[in-house]
């Protein structure tokens, strides 16, 4: 049984300030704010910044006082014009699998979700959300039924790695044995239409002399904003994955209302143009399997001729049921016949085993039933104490 901590209400932190917080800027962001604050003179910026940003993303200190090779007098000064502060967590969840899930909340009304989990890639995968909500409306996934909100900044996205690694002991930044080892924008939001704070986030969270996440063990998963693929590549050297799940537009359309905007062949010419795109940098097609809707043999034997030429992986996703869902995930026999047709026609196609199903963190579940659990919570409590609820 998965346990769950509701923090909502735990040691509220102090009214929001419009103090700087420095943990989510990169390295030339970070030298220009301890200028702009008069902290250091400008020729000295650039070797304090590469000072702090060891002591911020290699060590993860959250206290400028914790920074001994700091002079004391400039400690108190960075302590008066900045914080290192992170965001609050509202509620940790964890499965009976090992899977962590935390909603945080960034800012008033800004709550995201991130779900990390064990045993994947090299040694486990945090699961990110470059948005507050989704335009998509995919219709397989939960996350689509809330309203975008806005798009995450960089600071908000790289502030999801630093609440994982607190929560895992992962400070300072290991090189050996780590147990967040890959970085998967598969969470809440479109990354590709916030592309610019996506790659700034990457920047920091690869940085070499800080948490140190290798581009190559980095993905980003689009459901085919073809117009980015390119600039995606060239500005991140991140991995591709791509939200496929069909085989042909009408389908297509249904499952991925983007598909109407960028259709197959034009979503697949894009691929195919992907900058650095070889077997050494495979792209990975994810495809959930949805059944009597897209698990026959001829969908799958449809999908070897599609993926032709490209060098891929497919994941097979089993459906991941949530309330009020039009879907049935498919049967285990139908997705293993489905993944040896792609096995015998050249594709990797590995069955991504449910994970987080019982608090609601695997693939497509996201946020919206932890926005009505907490509703109903704070229903219930207003009633226990007579007053109207918020």
């Known amino acids: 049984m998965g346990v769950t901590l509701d923090l909502s209400h735990a040691r509220p932190k ?20 301890l200028v702009a604050a008069d902290v250091v003179r400008p020729e000295k910026a650039r070797m304090r910044a590469t000072q702090l940003w060891r002591w911020i993303h290699h060590y993860g200190v959250t206290d ?4 001994t090779d700091v002079a004391k ?9 900045f914080t290192l502060d992170r965001p609050d967590i509202v509620e940790r969840q964890v499965s009976k699998d090992g899977t962590r899930k935390w909603l945080i909340r960034t800012a008033p009304g800004i709550e995201v979700e991130c779900v990390y989990i064990p045993d994947v890639g090299r040694a486990g995968a945090l699961c990110v959300s470059s948005q507050v909500g989704c335009t998509l409306n995919c219709t397989f996934c939960h996350t689509g039924t809330q309203a975008l909100v806005r798009n995450l900044t960089a600071a908000e996205i790289v502030a999801q790695v630093q609440v994982a690694r607190d929560d895992l002991g992962e400070w300072p930044s290991p090189k050996e044995e780590r147990r967040l080892s890959n970085i998967v924008f598969m969470g809440m939001g479109e990354p590709l239409y916030n592309l610019d704070h ?10 070499d002399q800080g948490i140190a996440i290798s581009r ?7 459901s085919g904003v073809v117009p980015e693929l390119k600039a995606l590549g060239e500005r991140t050297q991140a991995m591709l994955a791509i939200s496929l799940h069909a085989t042909n537009d009408v389908l297509r359309e249904e499952l991925v209302p983007l598909n109407k905007k960028y259709p197959l062949a034009e979503l697949m010419a894009g691929i195919r143009a992907f900058p650095g795109l070889s077997n050494a940098k495979r792209v ?9 809707v897209n698990d026959s043999p001829a969908e799958a034997k449809a999908l070897v001729q599609l993926l032709k ?19 049935e995930c498919s049967d285990w026999g139908t997705i293993e016949a489905f993944a040896a047709i792609l096995n015998r ?15 609601l963190a695997a693939c497509g579940q996201l946020k919206s039933e932890s926005e009505k659990v907490r509703a109903s919570a704070r229903r219930k409590a207003a009633v226990a104490e007579d007053v109207p609820p918020q």
């Open 14 to 33: 102090p009214a929001l300030t419009a103090t700087p917080n420095l943990s989510g800027l990169t390295r030339a962001e970070l030298a220009d704010a």
């Open 64 to 67: 400028f006082g914790q920074m």
């Open 73 to 81: 007098e400039m400690r108190a000064s960075l302590a008066e014009a």
């Open 198 to 207: 996506v790659a700034g986030a990457i920047d920091i969270i690869s940085d």
């Open 216 to 222: 190559r063990r980095i993905t980003v998963s689009t």
């Open 284 to 292: 990975t097609f994810e495809y959930v399997m949805l059944k009597g």
């Open 309 to 327: 030429g490209i060098p891929a992986k497919i994941n097979l996703i089993p459906f991941n049921p949530w309330p009020g869902s039009p879907y």
């Open 345 to 359: 026609g050249g594709y990797a196609s590995p069955i991504r085993t449910p994970r987080g199903r019982d608090i």
